[in-house]
């Protein structure tokens, strides 16, 4: 399957973050995930709040934007793979983000969560070779070849599923 053509520095879907303190995320993902900013893409609206900037990691643009006052909190969450998670987790810790999952396997890849400053949460992983076969994708992941549920699963997976549901039911506005 070919993808549709997209310009010269983005990819088919591009992740656009309305926030607070647009220009500080800005920042974050260029010191945290090597981005780099595209200046000629910054747009200031009338009343002074960023309206566009955009940042390129590997190869993806994120677009962000300044929440309006009247406009609500909407967190995005995101994932990217990173070739070293423990470089990236620490330059992010550094940043004031909270460590969600630590570094954990998960078939083959290391894999963690945060949340950054503006109550974003960031998928990071670091791609492996998957530890098994079964593990590639050949095996059927759907809810019915689990009896419906999860049924038994290892420790990992159920932290991995525990810090999600703790992170999202204690999302808050963080100008709140």
Excluded: C
């Amino acid at each position: 399957m070919s993808a549709p053509a997209a310009p010269e520095g983005y990819a088919t879907v591009n992740p656009f973050i309305i926030t607070s303190d647009a220009e500080e995320l800005a920042r974050f993902v260029v010191e945290v995930f090597d981005g780099e900013e595209r200046a000629e893409a910054r747009t200031v609206d009338e009343d002074g709040l960023l309206l566009q900037a955009e940042v390129r990691v590997g190869t993806t643009t994120i677009m962000f934007a300044e929440r309006k006052p009247d406009w609500p909190f909407t967190p995005s969450l995101l994932q990217v793979y990173v070739d070293d998670i423990d470089a990236v987790l620490e330059r992010a810790l550094a940043r004031d983000s909270r460590l969600i999952t630590k570094p954990t396997d998960f078939f083959g890849t290391r894999f963690a969560r945060i949340q950054d400053s503006s109550a974003n949460i960031w998928w990071i992983w670091q791609h492996g070779e998957p530890a098994s076969e079964e593990a590639s994708g050949d095996q059927d992941w759907t809810v019915e070849e689990h009896g419906g549920g999860w049924g038994e699963v290892s420790a990992e997976l159920a932290y991995i599923h525990d810090t999600l549901l703790d992170a999202m039911t204690g999302l808050r506005d963080p100008k709140s």
